[in-house]
């Protein structure tokens, strides 16, 4: 597959000893979330930050960006509005293709900046937002190396059933989500905390009390905390 991904925003901050990379959301775009997540880049140390933009114009935006369609496998978006989560879950198994898809384009962008900076994959970090969010725990659970971590801001396991039978890793995962989402409903994180164990994972959860569907100065603050953890961690390896 052709490199897909042409644009993106770097942040150095000293000697890049880790990379960071940040996916932004659905109608979203490199530029946007970069500025958001200013307070997290402004708490890290010896690290490349990247912000990819993805290659896909969003089918309901046309200035905005998509990793993957969400319309091709829930033309209504159904599954915001169902009753049970079950049933919103089973929209996310629908969407399997997609992020296969999405993996087959991101992963050789990832495996060519860890090159970049002669890193491994235990020094790699992946972040993301809602859409991106759920890319980020895909591709890191699809990845043959484990990770050092991945971050979820507001987003789901997805596709978990896929994901049961063909994760080829368990890396350390934070899952951040307001108890108040208005998009990607809040139960979504018990959910994907109870599966991302089963497959083996070690998961933390932040919930923030009131919180919408939104990457806030608390999240960031404690996404760099969970990072900076990481980094202490392993500094000696």
Not at 185 to 203: D, Y
Request: glycine content about 6%.
């Amino acid at each position: 597959m052709p490199d897909l991904i042409t644009e993106e925003i770097v942040h150095i901050k000293g000697y890049p000893k880790r990379l960071v990379i940040f996916l932004h959301g659905y109608i979203d775009s490199s530029e946007a979330i970069d500025k958001t997540i200013v307070p997290l880049i402004d708490e890290l140390d010896d690290v490349a930050i990247h912000v990819p933009q993805s290659p896909f114009m969003c089918e309901i935006h046309p200035n905005k960006r998509q990793w993957y369609s969400l319309h091709r496998f829930d033309p209504n978006d159904d599954r915001k509005t169902v009753p049970t989560l079950k049933e919103c879950v089973s929209f996310y198994e629908k969407m399997a293709p997609g992020y296969r898809e999405a993996f087959d384009y991101v992963n050789p962008y990832i495996d060519h900046c860890l090159e970049e900076y002669q890193l491994e994959d235990k020094d790699l970090y992946l972040c993301g937002f809602s859409q991106g969010a759920m890319l980020a725990i895909y591709i890191s659970l699809m990845r043959e190396k484990k990770i050092g971590g991945c971050i979820s801001f507001s987003g789901i396991l997805a596709p978990a059933k896929y994901l049961a039978k063909h994760a080829q890793s368990t890396p350390d995962i934070l899952l951040i989500h307001g108890n108040e989402d208005n998009l990607v409903r809040f139960e979504a994180q018990e959910f994907s905390r109870k599966n991302l164990q089963k497959l083996g994972c070690l998961v933390e959860t932040y919930v923030v009390e009131g919180g919408r569907h939104r990457v806030t100065e608390e999240t960031l603050s404690v996404a760099a905390k969970y990072l900076n953890s990481k980094f202490r961690e392993t500094a000696g390896e």
